[in-house]
């Protein structure tokens, strides 16, 4: 498994697991697409053999960044493909000059949860009925 900058080649894919992996409030084709018009923001694939087993986007702006999305094909999750991605982002962060990350999860989507934490990540708080389905989200945090 290799981790590089997502190309704009790579969306259609992208868009498709963003689909599968969050069913309820996926990325749209255009939001991904036009997050290269964004010098703050960094998207990172792993891949393995030309296939894309899981992405992640990071937004840096001033000292502060946010972890966009990360998802891993099902198939892939719980064999590291995750950490990778997110050790990557945390690394982009630094680089960008970030204090700290911030991320959004669904309070329900505990493996997420576990990788987060594992990844160093702590709760803040959380936002009640943040999606649109009304289920709360969990603002998570790490210190760089």
Do not use: H, Q
């Not at 899981?54 to 719980?78: F, M, S």
């Not at 050790?87 to 329900?108: D, M």
């Amino acid at each position: 498994m290799k981790l590089r900058g997502w190309k704009y080649e790579d969306i259609l894919t992208i868009s498709e697991m963003e689909k599968a992996c969050f069913p309820l409030e996926p990325w749209s084709f255009a939001a991904l697409a036009s997050s290269f018009a964004s010098d703050a923001f960094s998207g990172v694939v792993a891949e393995d053999g030309g296939e894309i087993l899981g992405y992640g986007g990071i937004t840096v702006a001033a000292d502060t960044a946010d972890i966009d999305n990360v998802a891993v094909r099902e198939e892939y999750r719980g064999g590291g493909v995750g950490t990778a991605i997110i050790t990557e982002l945390i690394k982009i962060a630094r680089e960008r000059g970030a204090k700290k990350v911030f991320l959004e999860v669904r309070v329900s989507n505990a493996t997420a949860m576990e990788l987060y934490i594992k990844s160093g990540f702590k709760g803040v708080y959380a936002r009640t009925r943040y999606y649109s389905d009304g289920e709360d989200c969990l603002v998570m945090s790490k210190e760089l």
